[in-house]
């Protein structure tokens, strides 16, 4: 279709400058840098999930009891802050093909005719040239693909911070997961241990009849009323909870949700500290984000330097049949006070990063050295408590009931017994979430699931 018009035309030489212009416009290209196609495909598999708009989109449904990791699976497909830090990745990936477009300026034609009392023809008389706009110059080609460079690490930063917010959210999740654990954990146990105490007023009344001191009656009435209220607060607490996590996945804060009456199963951590602590700052997704903004900030400094390069406009053009031009002109950078503060800039900016990546990387390993001890110090508190202060507690509550039946203990012992066991599972169940909480915090930190290392060991 276009070379049918540019035969239609009525001369040789506009026949030409025609198609020179498409020429040039067909020559339009993206001087893409390398590792862009990856960046890109990467990103569209990450952004699966929001190809559709959201009010079509499939949330998996939840059971009354689901699993974490069914509640996790929810949350990455329904969290917005998420879905805005993916799209905030794909915008800077958007802004490597724009400053990697070549020719950077628009083509220019103009046209112009000469009026004069002459016997020239109408023809000679026109002037038609060709060039691009004058308020932009046609960069060389090596600086174009310098500036996509820059963007291309921009948009890998931005990848890397996606990276980051899917791990935070993780942790948000988690930490409400085992928050919702704790609480319903602490419910129960409020509610058996008010039973326990209505057992003790139920005894309060007849002692008092039989001549023991009314302070009994009354002490026992307080600590059932305590108790009463302790089992309110726990489960107001848990409601909480609840409907703070149905938000973060985009439920009906009333809907139904429960852990359940187990405790979530201990995750694996590898048990060598120097391989998790090589995990935590080799994965970092902060730690990746700066190393591409410095890698940014390095080829920035290369592009101010190459502003010492000039740029170049070619141009053509003819009149009628009396002449034609080619040309080029040349764009001088003289403007040198400029440019070198612009290098300046570029190395200032690039310190800065180099700085700010230098202590987050300090900051990164001695977080990761106290989550370490931390997440260690928790693992033997559980274990202690679960392997040997539970089954003392559960030791003294049997022999405290069978004295009780032989007559040889009487029922406060029991019910304080029975007591001290309840205070030893809600100190179980603490241990226990604590080190979970450590597993998720350790994971943030690193952007990594601990799941998928390889040769997990038993944790010491």
């Not at 497909?77 to 093909?97: I, K, P, S, T």
């Not at 852990?259 to 120097?274: C, F, I, S, T, Y």
């Not at 400029?338 to 202590?359: F, K």
């Not at 979430?433 to 952007?447: C, F, K």
């Amino acid at each position: 279709m276009f070379s049918h018009r540019i035969r239609s035309l009525p001369n040789p030489a506009v026949r030409a400058l025609a198609a020179c212009s498409i020429a040039l416009a067909a020559a339009s290209c993206v001087l893409a840098p390398a590792g862009y196609d990856d960046e890109r495909e990467r990103s569209d598999v990450a952004g699966k999930p929001y190809e559709q708009p959201p009010e079509h989109r499939e949330l998996p449904e939840l059971t009354a009891r689901p699993t974490w990791r069914e509640v996790l699976e929810r949350a990455f497909l329904a969290n917005g802050d998420l879905e805005a830090a993916y799209f905030e990745w794909r915008a800077a990936l958007e802004r490597v093909e724009i400053a990697a477009g070549w020719p950077n300026t628009s083509l220019m034609p103009s046209f112009s005719y000469m009026f004069s009392s002459g016997s020239m023809k109408a023809w000679d008389r026109t002037t038609v040239n060709l060039g691009f706009d004058g308020s932009e110059n046609l960069e060389l080609p090596v600086k174009t693909r310098k500036a996509a460079e820059v963007a291309l690490a921009d948009a890998r930063a931005a990848g890397e911070r996606f990276r980051e917010a899917k791990f935070l959210l993780q942790k948000r999740v988690l930490d409400g997961w085992l928050d919702l654990a704790l609480a319903e954990e602490g419910l129960r146990i409020a509610r058996a241990d008010l039973e326990l105490l209505r057992v003790v007023a139920g005894t309060a009344a007849p002692r008092v009849q039989s001549g023991g001191p009314q302070r009994e009656l009354l002490q026992a009435d307080i600590e059932v009323r305590e108790a009463e209220n302790r089992v309110l607060n726990a489960g107001a607490e848990a409601r909480a909870i609840r409907a703070m996590l149905n938000g973060m996945l985009a439920r009906d804060a009333y809907a139904p949700l429960e852990v359940g009456e187990q405790l979530p199963e201990p995750r694996g951590v590898p048990d060598d500290d120097a391989r998790v602590l090589a995990l935590g700052v080799d994965s970092s997704p902060e730690l990746a984000a700066l190393a591409n903004t410095i890698e940014g900030r390095e080829d920035a400094l290369e592009l101010a330097r190459l502003m010492y390069l000039p740029n170049v406009n070619p141009f053509a053009g003819f009149t009628g049949g009396v002449s034609q031009v080619v040309g080029v002109a040349v764009m001088l950078p003289t403007t040198l006070p400029e440019i070198r503060g612009g290098i300046a800039e570029a190395r200032a900016m690039l310190a800065e990063v180099r700085a700010m990546e230098r202590q987050a990387r300090l900051d990164r390993t001695a977080s990761f050295v106290a989550g370490l001890i931390v997440l260690r110090n928790s693992a033997r508190e559980a274990e202690l408590f679960q392997g040997s202060v539970l089954p003392a507690a559960r030791l003294l509550a049997s022999t405290t009931q069978q004295s009780y039946a032989a007559g040889s203990a009487d029922l406060l012992e029991l019910i304080e017994a029975q007591r001290t066991l309840l205070d030893v599972r809600l100190m179980v169940a603490q241990a226990r979430i604590e080190r979970e909480r450590r597993v998720a915090e350790l994971e943030q930190l690193a952007g990594v699931d601990f799941e998928t290392v390889a040769n997990l060991g038993e944790e010491q």
